[in-house]
């Protein structure tokens, strides 16, 4: 299913720019005009969210009108697509009426420390806003990002997408050897790296239990966490009521008694799980990937190779030695 509103859009930027200026009392009506307009002006697409959201509705046994859950989706597709531009730079007062944050403190510790942490999220309501607000307290953040975008040179698509000279870039023209040789050497610098396993890039897939079907992941998450062996928490961020809400869990640690990959694999089952319950209780910000909609049976499921970087022929070895 095509994005209500596209990232990519100059459209999107210039309504980003608008909340950024809008008082902070009008910035949830901006976001639910713009919706309803797009609701009832889009109606194929509107249809598309509708039949999404009956599909959950089975598999999920929730007592939500598919109809209604389309319309609050609508009405919050601006502030969740633009809410890491439209309040990048912006008073602590305004994200005080704007967002609630939960647990970046421990982050927040650990890089004081001098650890790296490798935060885990899904693509699901707004997961890059605490990464504007964490760059905005001066600590090092990091994100990994299509190779394609490395050419956008529009400052406020640039900000609206998070790209800076720290985004790691990956995909067909690279392979996964430097791309993951760069993320381990950032994570061991004590940057803050986000990851999203259901991303586009990074991998063959595999696929894990979820609402009652299987959700395709790239393999790259467990390459880096197996490599990095740096705190790992898992995060997401949703609109809850008027304002936006970001959640950190605790960090997990690699410890000597387990092996890394055993520790990678149960985080990122916690996380999976964690994200499962998020799309139970805050519905109308899922965003309609290609992997949510495969895992709800929307969209055939690809193959495990499916999408695999080309050119990536970084051996098990030569990874090894990416860590060193």
């Known amino acids: 299913m095509r994005k209500i509103l596209s990232p990519q ?19 949830w009506p ?3 005009l713009v919706g309803r307009l797009l609701y009832w002006g889009r109606p194929r697409r509107r249809r598309d969210v509708e039949r999404a ?3 959950l509705c089975e598999r999920t046994s929730m007592a939500r009108d598919p109809q209604e859950l389309a319309r609050q989706f609508f ?4 502030m969740l697509m633009t809410a890491s531009y439209a309040l990048s730079g912006c008073s602590d007062d305004r994200f005080k009426v704007l967002c609630d944050f939960e647990g970046l403190e421990n982050v927040r510790e650990l890089v004081k420390q001098g650890s790296g942490v ?5 693509h699901f309501g707004t997961h890059l806003l605490s990464f504007t607000k964490l760059k905005q307290e001066g600590f090092p953040v990091a994100t990994i990002r299509p190779y394609f975008m490395r050419n956008i040179s529009s400052k406020g698509m ?4 998070f790209l800076d000279e720290n985004t790691i870039y990956v995909g067909t023209s690279r392979g996964l050897g430097t791309p993951i040789r760069e993320i381990v050497r950032k994570l061991k610098e004590g940057y803050i790296v986000g990851i999203a396993p259901d991303g586009d890039q990074g991998g063959g897939l595999e696929f894990k239990p979820f609402l009652g079907g299987e959700y395709p992941l790239r393999r790259g998450f467990m390459e880096v966490a197996r490599l990095a062996k740096v705190p790992m928490v898992y995060a997401q961020g949703m609109a809850r009521g008027n304002k936006l809400f970001v959640r950190y869990s605790e960090p997990w640690f690699f410890t000597p008694e387990k092996p890394p ?21 805050y519905p109308e910000s899922i965003w309609w990937t290609k992997p949510m909609e495969v895992a709800l049976g929307l969209r ?3 193959s495990e190779k499916d999408g695999k970087t080309e050119g990536d022929s970084t051996t098990m070895e030569e990874r090894e030695n990416i860590a060193n």
């Open 118 to 122: 490798l935060v885990v999220t899904f």
């Open 261 to 281: 990959h055993e520790i990678a694999e149960e985080f990122l089952t916690f996380a999976l799980r964690e994200f499962e319950t998020y799309v139970r209780e």
């Open 300 to 302: 055939p499921k690809p």
């Open 75 to 78: 009405d919050r597709q601006l």
């Open 53 to 55: 959201y009956r599909r």
């Open 158 to 161: 640039r900000r609206l997408l």
């Open 30 to 32: 901006f976001s639910k």
């Open 9 to 27: 859009s100059k459209t999107t930027v210039i309504l980003g720019a608008i909340a950024r200026v809008l008082p902070s009392c009008y910035v």
